[in-house]
């Protein structure tokens, strides 16, 4: 995209980004590989929802597995492919694609809660950024042993990380690393990442209100929810 931008030349490509990120971020892969693979509707069971959770109370590890990574490479499938167009139809794209699996038009803009999606999301705008709310997942997980208080902790510090890897006292030194710019973050970022924050934070509503009164089921137990 030109800079400064031209909207009357760019946005053709920011709404053809938009558009697409949402029908590749629509495909609910939960939902296809689990009646593939013979178990019916996965909305049927455990919390109803079409993400790799859910699908694992099918007790087909593989199957989940397999979720979460298409799940997160189609976040990150539509940021590359965008790319190609620069850095602001990645931008759409990344938006499109969240919004398509939290509210895909096949299934009635009933979705996932899109944290797999926002993290190839984060992985493939910006690397860093992603490792770290990788790890704090884990971090979360290990510590306390909640899944969705893994995934609400990770994506709340998504912006925060991103805004803090723009602050000229790291930027710099991680540049003189050699650390390309592509790898880091910026202000700009952190604005989508917030927005990907916010989004996710709504789709765990329920699972926040059962974090809040102690029913939320932990990693490992059979508990549906």
């Known amino acids: 995209m030109p800079d400064p931008i031209s909207w009357e030349f760019a946005w053709p490509f920011l ?6 990120g949402y029908l590749l971020g629509s495909i609910p892969f939960g939902l296809v590989l689990t009646r593939i693979a013979g178990y019916g509707d996965v909305r049927k ?11 694992l109370r099918t007790g087909n590890k593989l199957l989940a597995l397999a979720t979460l990574l298409l799940d ?6 539509a940021v590359l492919i965008a790319q190609i167009y620069g850095s602001d139809p990645a931008l759409m794209a990344a938006a499109g694609a969240l919004l398509g699996h939290l509210f895909p ?3 009635g803009f009933r979705g996932g809660k899109g944290m797999a999606t926002a993290l190839g999301i984060l992985l493939a705008i910006s690397p860093l950024v992603g490792a770290l709310c990788c790890l704090t997942w884990l971090l979360v997980a290990v510590v306390f042993r909640y899944s969705s208080l893994a995934s609400l902790a990770a994506i709340a510090l998504a912006p925060v990380y991103a805004w803090l890897l723009s602050m000229r006292p790291l930027y710099e030194p991680l540049r003189e690393f050699g650390l390309p710019h592509a790898v880091l973050a910026d202000p ?5 990442f917030l927005f990907i924050a916010i989004l996710v934070w709504i789709r ?3 699972n926040i209100r059962r974090l809040l009164t102690g029913r939320e089921s932990k990693i490992g137990e059979k508990k549906a929810g």
Do not use: D, E, F, M
Request: hydrophobic content about 45%; glycine content about 24%; aromatic content about 6%.
């Open 45 to 55: 069971i455990g919390s109803g929802n079409i993400g790799a959770t859910n699908v």
């Open 188 to 192: 700009q970022r952190a604005q989508l």
């Open 72 to 77: 997160g490479g189609k976040g990150a499938v």
């Open 204 to 206: 765990h509503y329920q």
């Open 15 to 20: 709404l053809g980004a938009l558009v697409g």
């Open 105 to 107: 038009v096949w299934l």
